[in-house]
């Protein structure tokens, strides 16, 4: 798998794995235990990220995330067999942008909340937002957040020119 690859699985996983269970658990719980603390839903009892970005804190310290550096293998070599298939496959792919595959890698790419959610409104069968679905949604803010920084560690160290851009190729 190539790295870029390999890091958008991570992330999907990450999402995905986090995103199912918490919501078995939130749907098991139909009582609250006076007792029980009540997670925070809102963007400001949470905070950001960055001051103005709209990204909320994750739930991981630095220190917690996940070792992409281990997890990734280092890109193809300049030249190679596998840098020749990571360029045909962006070719390939670039070539589908006009069509509905990139309609859709267009609507995936959206990250920022409330569009981020809408990608699990039909696995789960209710439509994930901060009104209908809070602990959800604010689950899958923080979560995100977590599983875009668990990549930088792999990113940084390898500073690997994304094909598309080697090839000035659109993104």
């Given at each position: 798998?190539?790295?870029?690859?390999?890091?958008?699985?991570?992330?999907?996983?990450?999402?995905?794995?986090?995103?199912?269970g918490?919501?078995?658990?939130?749907?098991?719980?139909?009582?609250?235990?006076?007792?029980?603390?009540?997670?925070?839903?809102?963007?400001?009892?949470?905070?950001?990220?960055?001051?103005?970005?709209?990204?909320?804190?994750?739930?991981?310290?630095?220190?917690?995330?996940?070792?992409?550096?281990?997890l990734?293998?280092?890109?193809?070599?300049?030249?190679?067999?596998?840098?020749?298939?990571?360029?045909a496959?962006?070719?390939?792919?670039?070539?589908?942008?006009?069509?509905?595959?990139?309609?859709l890698?267009?609507?995936?790419?959206?990250?920022?909340?409330?569009?981020?959610?809408?990608?699990?409104?039909?696995?789960?069968?209710?439509?994930?937002?901060e009104?209908?679905?809070?602990?959800?949604?604010?689950?899958?803010?923080?979560?995100?957040?977590?599983?875009?920084?668990?990549?930088?560690?792999?990113?940084?160290?390898?500073?690997?020119?994304?094909?598309?851009?080697?090839?000035?190729?659109?993104?």
């Amino acid at each position: 798998m190539r790295p870029t690859t390999a890091l958008r699985a991570l992330t999907c996983f990450l999402l995905r794995a986090l995103a199912l269970g918490c919501a078995a658990l939130l749907g098991a719980c139909s009582t609250t235990s006076p007792t029980a603390s009540t997670p925070p839903v809102s963007a400001a009892a949470v905070g950001e990220y960055r001051a103005g970005s709209g990204i909320l804190k994750g739930y991981l310290a630095a220190g917690e995330m996940p070792d992409s550096l281990a997890l990734v293998a280092a890109p193809p070599a300049a030249g190679s067999a596998a840098q020749a298939a990571d360029d045909a496959a962006t070719r390939q792919l670039t070539a589908l942008a006009a069509g509905p595959r990139g309609a859709l890698a267009r609507k995936d790419a959206n990250l920022h909340f409330p569009a981020a959610a809408s990608v699990y409104a039909c696995a789960l069968g209710v439509q994930v937002s901060e009104a209908d679905t809070p602990n959800l949604n604010m689950l899958l803010r923080r979560t995100l957040t977590d599983a875009g920084l668990a990549t930088y560690k792999a990113k940084n160290h390898y500073q690997r020119t994304r094909p598309f851009v080697a090839l000035k190729l659109p993104s």
